[in-house]
């Protein structure tokens, strides 16, 4: 098995897939970058919750995906913005809408992962992360 170079893309990929897929829920290998991700999606209603599970390597997230009424996910995309080989960073006066405000950006800042409309909110810039809709 190979390392993986960008564990948020493979985050957002195996939340992405299983929610097309009608999972009830999907595990992914924990970090602390990934945890507060999926903070962010339970917070902002795009996951029913999560549950951090301790092993003996590095810990398990599972995801609880929501749906709506006709089964449709609630989640329809993630995107990766920023990426390894190209960041992507957005002053306080330019964070980016997304979808006019029905989806979010996740933004890293100093202090801390923070959706857009607390950066806005604070007035805070930062790197962002990817996109929620």
């Given at each position: 098995?190979?390392?993986?170079?960008?564990?948020?893309?493979?985050?957002?990929?195996?939340?992405?897939?299983?929610?097309?897929?009608?999972?009830?829920?999907?595990?992914?290998?924990?970090?602390?970058?990934?945890?507060?991700?999926?903070?962010?999606?339970?917070?902002?209603?795009?996951?029913?919750?999560?549950?951090?599970?301790?092993?003996?390597?590095?810990?398990?997230?599972?995801?609880?995906?929501?749906?709506?009424?006709?089964?449709?996910?609630?989640?329809?995309?993630?995107?990766?913005?920023?990426?390894?080989?190209?960041?992507?960073?957005?002053?306080?006066?330019?964070?980016?809408?997304?979808?006019?405000?029905?989806?979010?950006a996740i933004l890293t800042t100093h202090r801390g992962l923070l959706p857009d409309r607390e950066c806005r909110r604070q007035r805070i810039g930062g790197e962002v992360?990817?996109?929620?809709?």
């Open positions: 098995m190979s390392a993986i170079t960008d564990p948020v893309a493979d985050l957002l990929t195996r939340i992405r897939n299983a929610s097309r897929a009608g999972h009830e829920q999907v595990e992914i290998p924990g970090s602390r970058l990934k945890l507060e991700i999926v903070k962010i999606l339970a917070q902002e209603k795009f996951v029913r919750g999560y549950q951090f599970i301790q092993d003996d390597k590095q810990g398990i997230i599972r995801v609880f995906l929501k749906y709506g009424g006709k089964r449709e996910p609630v989640l329809t995309n993630l995107q990766r913005v920023s990426k390894p080989g190209l960041r992507v960073y957005a002053p306080a006066d330019r964070i980016p809408r997304v979808m006019n405000g029905m989806g979010i992360i990817c996109h929620v809709w």
